[in-house]
């Protein structure tokens, strides 16, 4: 059979199996070589850290997220859906399934494969019903954008695996690992999570605020032109509105924001040439990750660069229901003056290239890729990873929560019995 989608991929083909991965778990050592084992569990060196978030130099900025009613009763919806999909489970099921929501375990996510024995229901493994349910509580939780993003970023993994014909009970559209935080009871702040290869969503809900981070979202290659997932394509706007912003800026602005004119990897220092992790600093198992501002500061932009600029951030706001996009949006804007924004790379039809807007409140990256499961040795536009978090302590809703105990005491243990009564 001649592949379309392979086709479209000017001569690249599947790179031949060699990772130890069998159902969606990476065997590490002694399997995998010592430099991608190292790399590959990061998330389990980092659970290890006490959380402090992304930051400049190691010190959380204070005050800069505060316990607010969003006017919103958008999370009714949620909190309903999370509800029946808890009836739904088996105690079994149950049991692996809900976690206090101030387990570490938010914390172990890769957009890789799990190194370790990862909670939750994965997926593929539950009913039909039971999966609806699942669905569902994504659906009530995010913007119908966010949902379409997560579920086509899913639909690709699928692709994937359909298009190398490798690793086909790993590379699937449901080998994903569901989480659900605290208790959904309207009052409780709770959560959930979707952990698995290029999908990973922190979702946590503070009264009637919603936080959305860390989230990454990718795909190898992020469009399928044949095959069961035919028509499926991801991430177009998050590179379409960069383009578009950069190609706005001006020659005399490129000493400020451009870093390196190609991610080639003989173009860049080796940290930033790796296969697993790419340009990105921030991505899985980089929850405390300390990065000095690099790039141009907002306030430097014309107005109409400005309006680019935010235009881009919409696209990664807008996985949210409006009234918290909007809302994200405004505490954006209220920190345009140390927002800053690099680049690396090309900007015409068909370079790779990277960018991220760092903010004091916002983290974005986007990195185009080399080849994981497919055999191009440098970035290409098709290979996409993003990632957002909320700097300064905010991911995982952290900081929020943090103010809320402060507020209503201490934390409820929820008990793991069948009765699920709190203490």
């Known amino acids: 059979m001649t592949s379309k989608t392979f086709g479209a991929l000017r001569g690249v083909g599947a790179r031949p199996a060699e990772l130890p991965v069998l159902d969606g778990v990476l065997y590490g050592e002694p399997l995998l070589p010592a430099v991608p084992a190292y790399e590959l569990s990061a998330a389990l060196r980092n659970v290890k850290q006490p959380y402090v978030g992304v930051t400049t130099d190691g010190t959380p900025i204070n005050g800069l997220y505060e316990l607010a009613d969003s006017g919103s009763e958008h999370h009714a919806g949620a909190v309903s859906a999370a509800r029946s999909l808890l009836a739904a489970l088996s105690a079994n099921e149950r049991m692996c399934t809900q976690l206090p929501i101030e387990s570490d375990d938010w914390r172990l996510w890769t957009n890789a494969f799990m190194m370790w024995n990862a909670k939750g229901i994965r997926l593929e493994r539950i009913s039909d019903a039971k999966r609806a349910l699942v669905l569902d509580l994504m659906r009530e939780s995010l913007s119908a954008e966010g949902y379409e993003s997560a579920r086509d970023c899913m639909r690709l993994n699928g692709a994937l695996g359909d298009l190398i014909g490798l690793y086909e009970d790993t590379l699937t559209e449901f080998a994903y690992n569901f989480l659900i935080f605290g208790e959904p009871n309207g009052s409780d702040p709770w959560g959930w999570q979707l952990a698995g290869h290029h999908v990973d969503i922190n979702c946590v809900f503070v009264g009637s605020q919603l936080v959305l ?211």
């Open 213 to 423: 981070a860390p989230v990454f979202l990718g795909a190898e290659p992020n469009f399928a032109l044949d095959g069961p997932f035919a028509g499926t394509r991801a991430l177009d706007l998050e590179t379409d509105k960069a383009l578009e912003f950069r190609r706005a800026l001006s020659a005399e602005q490129e000493e400020a924001f451009l870093l390196s004119r190609t991610i080639h990897s003989h173009d860049l220092p080796a940290e930033l040439a790796g296969p697993f992790n790419g340009r990105h600093v921030g991505g899985a198992g980089r929850d405390n990750q300390v990065q000095p501002y690099e790039g141009i500061r907002a306030a430097e932009l014309s107005a109409p660069q400005q309006q680019l600029l935010f235009d881009l951030v919409d696209v990664y706001l807008d996985r949210m229901p409006m009234v918290h996009a909007k809302a994200k949006r405004r505490h954006v804007y209220d920190h345009l003056e140390e927002t800053r924004f690099c680049w690396r790379g090309g900007h015409d039809d068909v370079a790779a290239f990277y960018y991220r807007i760092h903010s004091p409140v916002l983290w974005v990256e986007y990195d185009n890729h080399p080849g994981i499961f497919l055999d191009n040795e440098e970035p290409e536009r098709f290979h996409i990873h993003t990632i957002v978090r909320e700097p300064n302590g905010n991911d995982y809703g952290k900081s929020l929560l943090a103010q809320h105990y402060a507020r209503h005491h201490q934390p409820h243990h929820h008990h793991h019995s069948s009765k699920g009564t709190p203490r």
